[in-house]
């Protein structure tokens, strides 16, 4: 069995490995993507959580940024990005609403969701004359956050004198097999519905905004403005199993040392505390090898992480690159990610800022 050839890398395992290769084929390929349907691409920063990657999203024609959290809309409005959506109901606080002041007032174009009448009118009391914009969620059948498609206008009023942008949705049911392109659809409809209600409302919006890396190439761009796609940057196991990404196209792994031949398996010294613990349900295992399919990794712990595979095993102390089945939840694990360029390394920016 091959391994990864490291010649010149004398860097403890396990850390996490960006190829520029293949991050700079995915961000030109989503951007040429938006541009021939017409949308604008506001990529989900959750994913990468690093400025330097914003940058090359950015310099390629992104619109701006999304986000989960007041903390990284911090992260990236200090880094000099000037447009940010938390896509994300936030229950404003006089503490959160005052983060988000601070944000505007530094000239970022700044905008939040909510989902809620209540919601709305807490947003409007805290934030009035601050600038910052909203954009009403709805549920397009993920069953998650979101307003009914047919309330978001009576959403969208209760927001009172802030700026309504929009309306926007997360097809979250796209991650499971053969479901991509019936949650595109469903997006569509709600959304669809979601902008008639607020139209109805009396009010004009500019952006309809949905999009996810499973359903992205099935996105209904007769309704959507705007597409806030993630995972693509980087893809990982799960995008690869559900076929929105093909091994090539896998731009993140972990670098491991095969440590251990125990009970016939490769153990790793990557476990949970770098790959993260998610599993999906449609999931062949926790984790893949980049350049072997046939391995599946059957077991996993804080730092370890078991491999079977047919035939001989790779010799310890050698390395191999492992794709995790969720690189978002993998990056926020690190703080650096070590680009093939042989480059320093680029901090992930937003590391930890989870609210």
């Keep these: 069995m091959a391994t990864v050839r490291v010649s010149t890398d004398q860097r403890p395992t396990p850390y996490l490995r960006v190829d520029v290769d ?6 030109t390929r989503a951007a040429t993507a938006a541009v021939a349907g017409g949308v604008a691409l506001r990529p989900h920063a959750k994913t990468h959580k690093s400025a330097d990657i914003a940058r090359l999203q950015l310099e390629a024609g992104a619109v701006g940024l999304t986000v989960a959290t007041v903390g990284e809309a911090e992260a990236f409005a200090a880094a000099g990005v000037a447009d940010l959506f938390i896509a994300y109901p936030l229950w404003l606080t006089a503490g959160l609403a005052g983060r988000l002041r601070s944000i505007a007032s530094s000239g970022v174009r700044v905008a939040i969701g909510v989902d809620s009448v209540a919601g ?16 009403v969620e709805v549920d397009c059948g993920h069953h998650r956050s979101g307003a009914e498609p047919a309330s978001a206008g009576q959403v969208a009023l209760a ?9 926007y949705t997360f097809p979250g049911h796209s991650y499971s097999p053969d479901a991509r392109a019936v ?4 997006e569509g409809v709600a959304l ?14 500019e952006v309809v905004s949905g999009g996810s890396t499973p359903s992205l ?20 196991a799960q995008q690869w199993e559900l076929g929105s990404a093909t091994p090539d196209q896998v731009a993140l792994t972990a670098v491991a040392t095969v440590v251990s031949h125990a009970g016939g398996r490769a153990v790793l010294d990557a476990g949970s505390k770098v790959l993260g613990a ?15 399919p046939e391995a599946r990794i059957v077991q996993v712990s804080e730092h370890h992480a078991v491999v079977e595979l047919p035939g001989r095993l790779p010799r310890l102390g050698s390395r191999v690159l492992v794709v995790p089945n ?12 070590w680009p093939t360029t042989g480059s320093a390394p680029w901090p992930v920016t937003a590391r930890g800022r989870n609210g």
């Design 22 to 27: 293949r991050l700079r084929a995915n961000v």
């Design 120 to 135: 709305a009118r807490t947003a409007a009391a805290l934030l009035a004359g601050s600038g910052v914009e909203v954009l």
């Design 159 to 167: 927001a009172d004198d802030l700026p309504v942008r929009g309306v």
């Design 183 to 186: 949650a595109a659809r469903d």
């Design 192 to 205: 669809a519905a979601a902008r008639a209600s607020v139209t109805a409302a009396g009010l004009e919006i």
């Design 217 to 236: 190439e099935h996105a209904d761009t007769s309704v959507l403005t705007e597409v806030r796609p993630g995972v693509y940057v980087f893809g990982d």
């Design 278 to 292: 998610d599993r999906a349900p449609y999931a062949s295992g926790s984790g893949r090898l980049l350049e072997h």
């Design 326 to 337: 969720h690189c978002c939840s993998a990056v926020n694990l690190a703080d650096e990610l």
